[in-house]
């Protein structure tokens, strides 16, 4: 039998993340060397700012319950979605602890526009907001948000469509000019999912906003989050459609999508964006990427989906979102009796 290695190399063409190259004699004994090496490999995804690309778990493909035994190194709970009012053509069906995104029937789900133009003024892929839309932190509408987002990609489209792009945040909050930082220090970000219209768009609209129940209301998050494992301050923002515009996006400053709160989160997010705070992973056959919600923030990107079959499965895990959050229930789960309302499953 060949000897397992794991090795570990800064990501090429980033300023931060960690790739993890994995070698083993069999599918099983990969994944047994990557859970044996889990204090390694969970120390070198901090030191690297909270990003992982894994090449060599590829036999996850046939082992969706082995990608959820992974999931569980990088937290207590790993989310099962078959608890949490998500629609079931979302999720496995023989691992609910699997969020299926595709756009093959039953998900059906589909990428985000190309940007228009397609290139950016430097003739290069657009990474940048507004050009670039869909950067988010995954469920930030929720209290206590997940930990860490596990995606693998089961089939990809074509090399140079479907990238997912991940944005540094601790960098770009340790770059932004002293005023600023000192300004966004202790405010609160107002986050909502995009299906209870208080995107920017449904309040321009005047959209009437559906009644919400407990479970379903935007919740507040600090715009500046202290990651509880490596102490480090990182800004925490999602775009617009995952932010409240009705009475945000900002607590405290003028709402509504032109307000001064949605020019200061427009503002944060082209910084956050910038190429120098952006890695773009080209997805390859079998890739693992794992991100850090907590200083993260990433986007999916277009691929010709009416041509191209996609599939990916998504693990969340959760458990430890920082002291602030301490001794809180979960916003989300619903009072007895309550059930999600029509078109309010989570995505
Ligand atoms: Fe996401």
Known sequence: M???SLRFSPLEFASFGVLTELEAASDEAAVAAFLDGAEGICSELHAAGGLMVVRGLSGLRHAPEALVRISKIFGPEVENYRGTLTA???FHD??????VL????PCNHLPPPRPAPVLDPEGEFPVGFPQRSNWHTDQSYRRPPPDITLLFGVTNPPADQGQTLYADCTAALGALAPELRAKIEGLMGLHAPSWIGRRPEDVRAGVTPKPLLAHQQPQPQPLVRRHPVTGRPALYIC???????LEGPIAGLEPGPDGEGARLLRALLAHATQRRFVYVHEWQEGDLVIGDNRCLLHAATWYDADIHPRLMWRTTVRGNPGAEYDGEAKSWIPADGHAPMEGMEDA
Request: net charge negative; charged share 25%.
């Open 88 to 90: 079931a053509r979302f």
């Open 2 to 4: 060949t000897a397992t």
């Open 102 to 105: 595709s756009n093959l029937p």
């Open 239 to 245: 775009e617009e459609d995952q932010m409240d515009h």
């Open 94 to 99: 023989q691992v609910p602890e699997v969020l």
